[in-house]
């Protein structure tokens, strides 16, 4: 796989339930094979991406010495799966130009990628798919939508959802009427089926319906009743510990007993990041200082290859700080000269423009965000596999 450029989708939950064991991906990273995070299907994977990364997360501690960093496993949910699909110019990442894709969670630990990996259902505040909220905490859903959401009740904690998009066929079926489509598709009524399908159901007789789960992972206790309880899955590791990411105590939604405080970045020199490769010290003191945090052992080697915010920053192009000082009297100078030729310019273009106002006098402003349909939908990411070496 590495020698051909190929990805590995992981799958871990379902890989132990089915098989009691699941992919060597210390050999596939060794071998320099991308690996990305997937739930797999319903009946033996997990119902989202973030409960699927606390058994990445179990495996990794447990099982790998914790080979793969907090950074890592992060990078397995976000740009590497939009990589190994050839999606990458379009989603994975926070830039100007993609697609707006984002997920919101409540700060609850000092590293961002610790925070993602231990998030549950309740830790989401808002998801936002192409620019539009689609599902997050009332208050913001309310902030953003207005009343255009409907309620969704979790174990001690609520969510606002719309899932209607009138831009696509069907996209007017709200929630409820999604919910209550699947639920009666879970029964396997033999009337509904024949109705449905208009097929006969003499071949599903024995077949037995079952009640539609939550969509939810907190407080599902059929869900971790079938993965504690599977000799199987718990070959290799005791996947009671799973139990653990979702046993916190909350108050309507909200963790309680945390206080993070997250010291404030002075932006305005630049791009915060340090270059992660270059560790000479700047004098005698900070190489002592170096030593003492080399010798804590609190963080791996391979945390030290990424800095705190590289998912985000090594795709933003931030200004330096000597970039800064370009802004004096010659690019000042330049500004006009550049202001100058635009205005020459339009007086040039005046007289076509003028034509074309004369065939047609009707001006349209539109504004996006009143319309009752969208007025520009992107086109799809490229579905085609990327080149083969041979075809490049």
Not at 76 to 104: E, F, Q, R
Not at 127 to 153: A, C, H, R, Y
Request: hydrophobic letters at 35%; charged letters at 20%.
């Amino acid at each position: 796989m590495g020698q051909a450029g190929a990805d590995l989708a992981w799958s871990p939950l379902s890989n132990l339930l089915l098989y009691g064991d699941t992919t060597d991906v210390v050999a596939a990273d060794q071998a320099g094979v991308r690996i990305s995070l997937a739930p797999d299907w319903g009946p033996s994977g997990s119902k989202n991406v973030l409960h699927e990364l606390k058994i990445a997360d179990m495996w990794n501690t447990n099982n790998l010495a914790s080979y793969f960093s907090d950074y890592e496993l992060a990078a397995m949910v976000t740009k590497n799966p939009a990589l190994a699909s050839n999606w990458h110019n379009y989603v994975g990442t926070i830039n100007a130009g993609l697609y707006a894709d984002l997920v919101v969670l409540d700060t609850f630990h000092q590293d961002p990628y610790r925070n993602l990996i231990e998030a549950i259902d309740a830790d989401v505040r808002l998801t936002i798919v192409n620019g539009q909220p689609v599902f997050g905490d009332v208050d913001l859903m309310s902030e953003l939508k207005g009343d255009d959401w409907e309620l969704v009740e979790g174990p001690g904690f609520n969510k606002a959802v719309d899932v209607t998009d009138r831009s696509i066929p069907e996209g007017t079926q709200s929630w409820a009427t999604i919910l209550q489509d699947m639920e009666m598709a879970m029964e396997l009524n033999p009337d509904d089926i024949a109705s449905t399908w208009s097929s006969s159901t003499d071949s599903y007789s024995s077949m037995q319906g079952n009640v539609l789960n939550s969509i939810f992972t907190t407080g599902d206790a059929r869900h971790f009743g079938v993965i504690t309880g599977s000799n199987h899955a718990n070959t290799h590791i005791n996947l009671a510990q799973l139990e653990n990411y979702y046993d916190i105590p909350m108050e309507n939604g909200d963790r309680t007993g945390v206080n993070v405080v997250l010291e404030p970045q002075d932006n305005t020199g630049g791009s915060t990041i340090s270059d992660p490769v270059d560790t000479t010290p700047v004098d005698d003191d900070n190489s002592d200082d170096s030593n003492d945090d080399a010798d804590t052992g609190g963080d791996s080697a391979r945390d030290s290859e990424c800095p705190p915010n590289c998912i985000l920053g090594e795709d933003v192009e931030d200004a330096s700080a000597e970039e800064s000082s370009l802004f004096g009297a010659e690019a000042l100078l330049a500004i006009i000269v550049i202001a100058l030729l635009v205005a020459i310019g339009l007086i040039t273009r005046n007289t076509e423009e003028d034509e074309e106002m004369d065939a047609d006098q009707t001006v349209i402003i539109e504004k996006e965000w009143n319309d009752e349909q969208k007025q520009f939908i992107p086109e799809l990411p490229p579905l085609a596999p990327p080149p083969s070496i041979e075809e490049e």
